[in-house]
């Protein structure tokens, strides 16, 4: 038998470095220490008899051998990611992951989870929140994106439904905040640090005058959203995070909803077959879309 050139962490420490050409920051990615990269990379260059890496003023570069390893390595690695993620999708004892973004999974998603769990009973889901970049394939299965980030060319993507946005209330206090469906020029405004522009992306999408810009800041919309159901104001909220409450009769949006030219897409690290398990979360997601593709209005 021929005899393997390295072990394969190696070369999967390699690769980190030779992506960031920065041990340290292979370190960080892989959560080791920068002294076992450095040990990875020495071995792989002892086994190939070559160095792969120029050391020069505490910084690595790659040399001509290390760059075309570098460019082999990571397509196989990625085949290797890939054929076992297909193989995984087709078990069907294996659960699927999802990560969504923490309000839209908080307000949108967990509530209609049973749902899914009764159409079916034969897949384990499991819900995990996140937001941003997101590393497929490492845990992570599926992942529910904003596309408001640069997205790895090599993710395979599905688009879900358009974002729109638009200003709420409680309802009772609607009378108080609204005039003529817009928000009074007096009212308090409520914004969130995760968005800190959806105001001003909402008066620019529908035509209206800037309007306060002051008002009480909370951390995340799901924070900026109680505070509109506790009375403290008017808060811009994406429809699907508060057409529960709307449908309810707790929040009030005089204003309606309007697209803000962002949208949802679902991640995956390759296509989706209908027939894998992936499949049938994605018909499921789509389905919610038809269901809620009219409602959250009032």
């Known amino acids: 038998m021929r005899q393997p050139v ?9 690769r980190a470095a030779a992506e960031r050409e920065s ?19 020495r071995l792989l260059e002892e086994d190939l008899g070559t160095n792969l890496f120029e050391r020069r003023n505490r910084r690595v570069f790659l040399t001509e051998s290390g760059r075309e390893l570098a460019l082999a390595v990571a397509e196989g690695l990625d085949r290797i990611e890939l054929a ?8 069907e004892d294996t659960p699927v992951t999802l990560s969504c973004e923490p309000t839209l999974l908080m307000r949108w998603l967990i509530p209609r989870l049973p749902g899914f769990q009764e159409r079916h009973p034969e897949i384990e889901l499991n819900l995990v929140a ?11 299965d599926l992942a529910i994106r904003r596309n408001d980030f640069s997205i790895p060319d090599d993710f395979y993507q599905v688009p879900l439904f358009n974002e729109e946005t638009g200003p709420v209330c409680r309802t009772d206090l609607a009378p108080r905040y609204f005039e003529n469906g817009m928000p009074k020029a007096d009212a308090p405004r409520l914004h969130t640090r995760t968005r800190p522009e959806a105001w001003a992306e909402w008066e620019n999408c529908n035509g209206v005058a800037p309007g306060e810009t002051s008002g009480q800041m909370f951390e995340h919309f799901y924070f900026s959203l109680q505070g509109a159901i506790a009375g ?17 009769g707790l929040l009030a949006a005089p204003a309606g909803f309007t697209p803000d030219g962002s949208s949802y897409v679902l991640l995956s690290r390759h296509e989706i077959d209908p027939a894998e398990r992936a499949g049938k979360v994605l018909a499921w997601l789509h389905s919610l879309d038809r269901i809620d593709g009219n409602v959250g209005e009032a």
């Open 23 to 41: 041990f340290t920051d292979a370190a960080k990615q892989l959560n080791l220490t920068h002294g076992a990269i450095s040990r990875a990379v």
């Open 130 to 140: 996140g937001g941003g970049p997101v590393s497929l394939g490492g845990g992570i």
């Open 6 to 14: 390295t072990s394969l962490p190696s070369l999967n420490c390699f």
């Open 232 to 248: 403290l104001g008017v808060a811009i909220a994406p429809r699907r995070h508060v057409q529960d409450d709307i449908a309810s």
């Open 84 to 91: 076992i993620s297909r193989i995984k999708a087709r078990s």
